[in-house]
Every structure is written in C-alpha cells, then in structure tokens.
C-alpha cells in the first residue's frame, strides 16, 4: 500500500505561481512511476504530468509543457509540481497519484494510488 498526501493548493492571481507537494509513503519510493492530473468542476480527470522512477524522465500535456514543472526527491519521498504563469483555466483539484513500475500513462486508471487532490483556484 501507498499513502499519498498532496499540499501547496490555494488562490493565486493569473500569471502567479504555487508549488504543489507530494508525499509518499508506506513502500518504497524508487519503484513507483508518480503523476500529476487534475480535475475541474464537470470535467474528466486529466493528466498533467508523470515522472517514471527509473531514469527519471519528465511527461507533460501539451497545455502545461512550458509552465509546469514536476521534479521528484527520492530520498525525502516526495514529488513536485512548481506551477508557473498560472491560468483561469488552470482552476482544479489536482491530485497525486502512483503506479509501480518504469512506465508512465496519462490514463487515470492505469494508476493504482491517489492522494486526496488540493484545490488550486486561479483568478482572473
């Protein structure tokens, strides 16, 4: 099993920054391919981002490729998702999710473990 505890959601102004955390917990961190997707009020889950464990090659959507970042800290279990230049359209709840193994997929139900999603409201 797999704990997953996401922080850092909250209000910011279009163009501002935040920088959501994630932390892991309860088996080992190295083996698990982590995501990011995220939820808006009506709409499907979508994926944002995804690190695999080994090698640590960085996946994005195309909509955040040049904004998002998502870094990964084995030795504190922990991913990132440093947001930058922030749109209205970037409102959600975005949560964490895992997945054992070196592959990543943008499909929510290939993931095994979710945290349970911060709010990240972005105002115009």
């Known amino acids: 099993q797999v704990q997953l505890v996401e922080s850092g959601g909250g209000l910011v102004q279009a163009g501002g920054s935040l920088r959501l955390s994630c932390a892991a917990s309860?088996?080992?961190?190295?083996?698990?391919?982590m995501g990011w997707f995220r939820q808006a009020p009506g709409k499907e889950r979508q994926f944002v981002a995804a690190?695999?464990?080994?090698?640590?090659?960085?996946y994005y959507t195309d909509s955040v490729e040049d904004r998002f970042t998502m870094s990964r800290d084995n030795s504190e279990n922990t991913v990132y998702l440093q947001m930058n230049s922030l749109k209205p359209e970037d409102t959600a709840v975005y949560y964490c999710?895992?997945?054992?193994?070196?592959?990543?997929?943008?499909?929510?139900?290939?993931?095994?473990?979710w945290g349970q999603g911060t709010q990240v409201t972005v105002s115009s």
């Open positions: 999710a895992a997945r054992s193994g070196s592959l990543y997929y943008s499909i929510p139900n290939k993931y095994d473990y």
């Open positions: 309860g088996r080992t961190f190295s083996g698990l391919t």
């Open positions: 690190v695999v464990w080994r090698g640590g090659s960085v």
